[in-house]
């Protein structure tokens, strides 16, 4: 998983802990609160498993929002639709540098 990866609803729960210590970058975690296809719990085992493995993270969390709220069904997911694109290219600038 890398930055700006769209995570499949498959990811969270194949993901194996031990596979955490081979990430080289900062992950950002973008979430609908309301996700049932990657509940909350599991968010939290992922980051546990990142913070074990020393893996610097970020995750911004958006109410309403379900699975997929880049295709929104409800002002929430469009309200997240809208802030997730900042939270993208905040952090890339910060990992990239700004280009010219």
């Known amino acids: 998983m890398s ?9 969270l ?3 194996r802990p031990e596979r955490a210590k081979n990430i080289k970058g900062r992950v ?3 979430h609908g609160a309301e996700d049932e296809v990657a509940p909350l719990t599991e968010v939290n085992k992922l980051i546990s498993d990142l913070r ?4 610097g993270w970020e995750l911004q969390l958006f ?3 379900q699975h ?3 295709n929104p069904s409800n002002a929430s997911e469009e309200r997240a639709d ?4 900042f939270a993208i290219e905040r952090f ?7 280009s010219s």
């Open 68 to 70: 997929a709220f880049t």
């Open 52 to 55: 074990a493995a020393k893996v």
């Open 82 to 85: 809208r802030e997730y694109k």
């Open 13 to 15: 729960p194949q993901f």
């Open 3 to 11: 930055a700006g990866h769209r995570c499949s609803p498959r990811f």
């Open 28 to 30: 950002l975690i973008l």
């Open 92 to 98: 890339f600038k910060e990992i990239f540098g700004r």
């Open 63 to 65: 109410s309403g929002a």
